[in-house]
């Protein structure tokens, strides 16, 4: 019988648990659009570790605003060219393929003007390019450049809303990549936006409010939402339903141990739960036992260590490598490793090395873990990175 369990970056599984209450943020802002025009607060930012969840978040918020009537443009931002084209082309295709909206008329010249500020044109056919070269990565954002994607995302918002649709929800997941000069922009425009039936929400790294509040003080005042591990009640429904709804049980102690393992990080109970289901190949009314979850267990294992860990570490350079070896070593029961610890084995101070634990948070590699404080962003990373040095 095929696995119920969907391990992989941005899958999503087949049921996102433990994130109701984001989700329903969400949905507050979408209500508070549908009713008013406008959602009245701040864009809302989802922050977490790799593997908590927050793309595959993203998805199920966007999901629910198009169930609403919503349209939905999504990019995950990276340093390939400025952020504002990249939104702008992002919402040209997704207004452009709206029912309803014919390419003709004062307001779609008015759209395709906007746009044409940015260097975005879409054709009759709905067809979306940027017709300019992209400046250098990190070059500041002309103030021209930014009114025109304040107007452009009121106007497209205004657009859908006059044509039946409630508004635009616009999402960015990887905010955290995003050049400093490309968020001060962003968190500019999110700032000065007037009251329109937009919505917009982000994720990124741990430290991504940090960046956000360096590119703009007023960013402090956006809606910032961590997602952590999951509970034992989540945990257990993301490893336990999948498998009852297909007529397949769990042996208690097989659960505990792939749930032990996982942490609470729900890309592993996806992963571990896959590779256990597979070694247990269970037909209706089955169950995974023990042996089938500690074969799992090994599998996995060996899977991260030859792919997901292999390529963080081999992200890092000589001297962070370095930096993620003395973390290793210094870990404590409670999987957290003191900055001054680290530093002492490495034979400098905290301010020292402070730039390669920033290096190492833009990477997703650590996680700041509490005051003085740093972690492993996934749980079994520190066997890996302390097998390196053997």
């Not at 309803?100 to 975005?120: A, F, T, Y």
Request: charged residues 20%.
């Amino acid at each position: 019988m095929d696995s119920p369990y969907g391990p992989g970056a941005g899958v999503m599984p087949p049921l996102l648990a433990g994130r109701d209450a984001e989700r329903a943020r969400a949905v507050d802002l979408l209500i508070r659009t549908e009713h008013f025009a406008s959602p009245g607060r701040s864009p809302l930012i989802l922050t977490g570790v790799r593997g908590v969840g927050k793309t595959v978040t993203l998805r199920a918020i966007a999901d629910d605003a198009t169930r609403r009537g919503f349209v939905a443009a999504h990019i995950t931002v990276d340093r390939r060219g400025p952020l504002a084209e990249r939104i702008a082309a992002a919402v040209a295709e997704q207004v452009s393929q709206t029912d309803g909206i014919k390419p003709s008329g004062s307001q779609w010249r008015r759209w395709r003007e906007l746009l044409g500020r940015l260097s975005v044109e879409v054709s009759v056919a709905g067809v979306v390019k940027i017709a300019r070269p992209s400046p250098s990565t990190g070059t500041a954002v002309p103030q021209s450049d930014q009114d025109a994607l304040i107007g452009l995302l009121a106007n497209s918002s205004r657009l859908l809303r006059e044509h039946q649709r409630p508004g635009l929800l616009l999402t960015l997941d990887e905010l955290q990549e995003a050049p400093e000069t490309d968020l001060a922009a962003l968190a500019a425009a999110m700032q000065d936006l007037p009251d329109a039936p937009l919505v917009v929400i982000c994720a990124g790294l741990p430290h991504t409010p940090d960046r956000l509040m360096a590119a703009g003080s007023f960013s402090e005042r956006f809606q910032y939402q961590v997602l952590g591990p999951l509970d034992q009640v989540d945990a257990n429904a993301a490893l336990l339903v999948p498998a009852t709804a297909r007529g397949v049980g769990w042996d208690h102690d097989a659960a505990d141990l792939i749930l032990s393992n996982a942490a609470g990080a729900p890309y592993l109970i996806q992963l571990y739960g896959d590779a256990a289901w597979r070694h247990a190949n269970p037909p209706p009314r089955g169950r995974v036992r023990l042996e089938h979850a500690k074969a799992g267990i090994r599998t996995a294992t060996t899977e991260l260590h030859s792919g997901l860990f292999r390529g963080r570490w081999n992200r890092a350079s000589a001297l962070e490598q370095q930096y993620l070896s003395a973390i290793a070593a210094c870990l404590g029961p409670d999987g957290t490793a003191e900055t001054h610890a680290v530093s002492a084995r490495l034979s400098r101070t905290p301010a020292q090395l402070s730039y390669l634990r920033s290096r190492l948070l833009d990477k997703g590699l650590i996680t700041a873990a509490g005051r003085g404080k740093v972690g492993f962003t996934l749980p079994g990373f520190d066997a890996f990175v302390a097998e390196q040095n053997r």
